[in-house]
Nanobody, 119 residues
Framework: QVHVAESGGGLVQAGGSLRLSCAAS????????MGWYRQAPGKQRELVAT??????NYADSVKGRFTISGDNAKNTVYLQMNSLKPEDTAVYYC??????????????WGQGTQVTVSS
């Protein structure tokens, strides 16, 4: 059983900063992809940033403002969010996924943490 838990959301004024944390536990393959996604009211869930052991990837809307970091082998990932804008308001979800040598794919999500940016 894999458990994914986020923390660190909250209310912040525009221009402020927040740091989200995510820890996953259970039988997790070390060569995984960990990442952050978000879903605003009335919108589809979208990628914010992802991280592997060798690379990171960001949505264009957060490049230069958000930084993903962590340790895939320890199943922890963080999202430092700076220069926050009202349009960053959303529920932020942590995801951990991997594909094994036998091609079986695994995909786990946290419950989400609310980030609200006031103007």
């Amino acid at each position: 059983q894999v458990h994914v838990a986020e923390s660190g959301g909250g209310l912040v004024q525009a221009g402020g900063s927040l740091r989200l944390s995510c820890a996953a536990s259970g039988a997790i393959f070390s060569r995984n992809v960990m990442g952050w996604y978000r879903q605003a009211p009335g919108k589809q869930r979208e990628l914010v940033a992802t991280m592997t052991r060798s690379s990171t990837n960001y949505a264009d809307s957060v490049k230069g403002r958000f930084t993903i970091s962590g340790d895939n082998a320890k199943n922890t990932v963080y999202l430092q969010m700076n220069s926050l804008k009202p349009e960053d308001t959303a529920v932020y979800y942590c995801r951990v996924s991997w594909t094994r040598w036998d091609k079986n794919a695994y995909d786990y999500w946290g419950q989400g943490t609310q980030v609200t940016v006031s103007s």
